[in-house]
T-cell receptor
Framework: DAGVTQSPTHLIKTRGQQVTLRCSPI?????VSWYQQVLGQGPQFIFQ???????GRGNFPDRFSARQFPNYSSELNVNALLLGDSALYLC??????????FGPGTRLLVL | GENVEQHPSTLSVQEGDSAVIKCTYS??????FPWYKQELGKRPQLIID?????GEKKDQRIAVTLNKTAKHFSLHITETQPEDSAVYFC??????FGQGTELSVKP
């Protein structure tokens, strides 16, 4: 039984570039959430999608966007990258709005 | 919006001792409170959760208590072992996380 998967595992970008991160939820899970985790801090909520609809948005600028596809996979896009966007980006899936299971994360470094 | 405060930020105990981590939340409508363990370089893993209609839940050496009136909940780990060393996060309403507690269990 496959868990949540994310790609790529690591990414290096330069300031001003754009990045797309991908997430595949556990089979049968319809909700996907995205988090940013800076070293030494707790995960910060970015977006939640359920049944392809945005259900929640955290306190992040409009440079961050996301979508969920008919197969419930999801993409997180970040435009005009800043040095401060360097972080571990976590995706989590859940059957409904309760127990979440996290993917391994994508580690983004912005130079 | 919801805000979660977690204390302490670091906790060091001797093997076999108990460890307690406390969280407070602001939104009285919150009804789901999970706890996660994150080892260095790994993903957060759910270790226990509690819903607002329950005051206490226990799973072997781990227990969580919830006081809805005071809007705080706590994680209790008994008979700590070196492998319990990790960062622990509480969360409220599934999505809002505390700042984390780095637990170190010394043999």
């Amino acid at each position: 039984d496959a868990g949540v998967t994310q790609s790529p595992t690591h990414l290096i970008k330069t300031r001003g570039q754009q990045v797309t991160l991908r997430c595949s939820p556990i089979s049968g899970h319809k909700s996907v959430s995205w988090y940013q985790q800076v070293l030494g801090q707790g995960p910060q909520f970015i977006f939640q999608y359920y049944e392809k609809e945005e259900r929640g948005r955290g306190n992040f600028p409009d440079r961050f966007s996301a979508r969920q596809f008919p197969n419930y996979s999801s993409e997180l896009n970040v435009n005009a990258l800043l040095l401060g966007d360097s972080a571990l980006y976590l995706c989590a899936s859940s059957f409904r709005e309760e127990t979440q299971y996290f993917g391994p994360g994508t580690r983004l470094l912005v130079l | 919006g919801e805000n979660v405060e977690q204390h302490p930020s670091t906790l060091s105990v001797q093997e076999g001792d108990s460890a307690v981590i406390k969280c407070t939340y602001s939104d009285s409508a919150s009804n789901y409170f999970p706890w996660y363990k994150q080892e260095l370089g790994k993903r957060p893993q759910l270790i226990i959760d509690i819903r607002s209609n329950v005051g206490e839940k226990k799973d072997q050496r781990i227990a969580v208590t919830l006081n809805k009136t005071a809007k705080h909940f706590s994680l209790h780990i008994t008979e700590t072992q070196p492998e319990d060393s990790a960062v622990y996060f509480c969360a409220a309403s599934q999505l809002i996380f505390g700042q984390g507690t780095e637990l170190s269990v010394k043999p």
